[in-house]
């Protein structure tokens, strides 16, 4: 039976980020090295599926429609795309594909229909298969899951407090109870957050809290750290020092141990010394591709040598958890309701993006 702690509160998870930093990162790396190989890591292709022309005003995001960034939008791809890009990925090592449409929430649809096919597909290539599409209703979750889903990817962002102060369309609550659709169904939770979007330290603790707190955790924990793009609300935001990223992921490893803690935006920022402290700190996954959505990452050569000067090894396909079947459309349990959920719209003011957004204007 698992030991893992589901009753961590704020206070608990605050004294553990502020420990003086050797004592941290030493206790992480020993939480790590009991529940996890120390030089496995996991790597992940992320795709944007459809890219651009988002409704949400995510204040950290180059894909909203409202701002005026250098993104440029297209339509959802074709299977047969994916496909060949899913074969790259897994050429180049990676265990996993991680499909992100730009979208508000999942509609049933031709749209939808095109992505279950594409997880179809990959999952036959024998690699994991993640989407992150959105909000999702629990019959959608289960639509995935038939397919052959084998995580889906909703990050919380931040604290509750914090969500507040970066986004107006959408609410925590929808966040959550969207996880929770995905825990009706046998695929895994990927869901975590960004730093350095303004945030007070309470804040990455209070994301942490709601996280550690699931029961179960989530499997996988990317912790981002802010790409400022120009023309987002967030553009002047100072990049994340590696001290507070490592002393995130440590955090995340200690209240969290038996999750993948991934490394995700903001990698190219990091030296290969920090990226290493944070593989130490119990950082056990991390997205391959020279693209994040829309953000640069690393080139995946690099990363392989990055790899072999610290003897790490990328981690074979389902490795955590068996492979799940797929079920082909016309023997599918659960077909399309074209429900349409009350999701929130809180829709308060957020000074920076109602600024961004009247900038954008002036812009077209
Ligand atoms: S983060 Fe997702 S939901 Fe938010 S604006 Fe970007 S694409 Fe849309």
Same mark, same amino acid.
């Given at each position: 039976?698992?030991?893992?702690?589901?009753?961590?509160?704020?206070?608990?998870?605050?004294?553990?980020?502020?420990?003086?930093?050797?004592?941290?990162?030493?206790?992480?790396?020993?939480?790590?090295?009991?529940?996890?190989?120390?030089?496995?890591?996991?790597?992940?292709?992320?795709?944007?599926?459809?890219?651009?022309?988002?409704?949400?005003?995510?204040?950290?995001?180059?894909?909203?429609?409202?701002?005026?960034?250098? !993104?440029?939008?297209?339509?959802?791809?074709?299977?047969?795309?994916?496909?060949?890009?899913?074969?790259?990925?897994?050429?180049?090592?990676?265990?996993?594909?991680?499909?992100?449409?730009?979208?508000?929430?999942?509609?049933?649809?031709?749209?939808?229909?095109?992505?279950?096919?594409?997880?179809?597909?990959?999952?036959?290539?024998?690699?994991?298969?993640?989407?992150?599409?959105?909000?999702?209703?629990?019959?959608?979750?289960?639509?995935?899951?038939?397919?052959?889903?084998?995580?889906?990817?909703?990050?919380?962002?931040?604290?509750?407090?914090?969500?507040?102060?970066?986004?107006?369309?959408?609410?925590?609550?929808?966040?959550?109870?969207?996880?929770?659709?995905?825990?009706?169904?046998? !695929?895994?939770?990927?869901?975590?957050?960004?730093?350095?979007?303004?945030?007070?330290?309470?804040?990455?603790?209070?994301?942490?809290?709601?996280?550690?707190?699931?029961?179960?955790?989530?499997?996988?924990?990317?912790?981002?750290?802010?790409?400022?793009?120009?023309?987002?609300?967030?553009?002047?935001?100072?990049?994340?020092?590696?001290?507070?990223?490592?002393?995130?992921?440590?955090?995340?490893?200690?209240?969290?141990?038996?999750?993948? !803690?991934?490394?995700?935006?903001?990698?190219?920022?990091?030296?290969?010394?920090?990226?290493?402290?944070?593989?130490?700190?119990?950082?056990?996954?991390?997205?391959?591709?020279?693209?994040?959505?829309?953000?640069?990452?690393?080139?995946?050569?690099?990363?392989?040598?990055?790899?072999?000067?610290?003897?790490?090894?990328?981690?074979?396909?389902?490795?955590?958890?068996?492979?799940?079947?797929?079920?082909?459309?016309?023997?599918?349990?659960?077909?399309?309701?074209?429900?349409?959920?009350?999701?929130?719209?809180?829709?308060?003011?957020?000074?920076?993006?109602?600024?961004?957004?009247?900038?954008?204007?002036?812009?077209?």
């Amino acid at each position: 039976m698992s030991n893992t702690r589901h009753n961590w509160t704020k206070e608990e998870i605050l004294d553990i980020y502020n420990k003086p930093f050797m004592e941290l990162l030493y206790e992480a790396a020993t939480v790590h090295r009991k529940y996890h190989d120390p030089n496995t890591v996991q790597v992940s292709t992320l795709l944007s599926i459809k890219t651009g022309g988002c409704p949400e005003d995510c204040g950290y995001c180059p894909q909203a429609a409202r701002y005026h960034t250098d !993104v440029e939008g297209n339509d959802l791809m074709s299977v047969q795309q994916v496909k060949a890009q899913a074969l790259r990925a897994k050429a180049s090592g990676s265990s996993r594909v991680c499909m992100g449409a730009a979208w508000r929430n999942v509609k049933d649809g031709q749209e939808f229909d095109d992505v279950l096919e594409m997880v179809r597909t990959i999952n036959k290539l024998d690699m994991e298969v993640c989407c992150t599409l959105g909000m999702l209703t629990e019959n959608q979750a289960h639509r995935l899951a038939e397919a052959g889903l084998y995580a889906y990817n909703h990050n919380l962002d931040s604290s509750e407090e914090y969500y507040k102060e970066v986004i107006s369309t959408r609410g925590f609550e929808d966040r959550l109870q969207t996880i929770d659709n995905v825990r009706k169904t046998n !695929v895994t939770v990927c869901s975590g957050g960004i730093i350095g979007m303004g945030e007070k330290t309470e804040d990455r603790v209070g994301m942490l809290v709601a996280l550690a707190t699931l029961n179960p955790q989530p499997e996988s924990v990317p912790i981002n750290a802010l790409v400022a793009v120009d023309g987002t609300p967030l553009e002047d935001q100072e990049p994340v020092s590696i001290w507070d990223m490592v002393r995130m992921v440590a955090t995340t490893r200690i209240v969290m141990p038996e999750t993948q !803690v991934r490394l995700s935006a903001g990698r190219t920022q990091m030296s290969r010394e920090g990226q290493a402290m944070c593989f130490f700190a119990g950082a056990n996954s991390i997205f391959a591709g020279d693209k994040l959505l829309t953000t640069p990452n690393p080139d995946v050569n690099e990363d392989m040598e990055m790899f072999k000067m610290l003897g790490l090894n990328p981690q074979k396909p389902f490795i955590k958890k068996m492979q799940p079947n797929t079920v082909e459309a016309e023997d599918s349990k659960f077909q399309a309701l074209g429900e349409k959920p009350k999701w929130s719209r809180p829709e308060h003011k957020i000074e920076r993006n109602e600024e961004a957004k009247e900038k954008a204007k002036t812009l077209r």
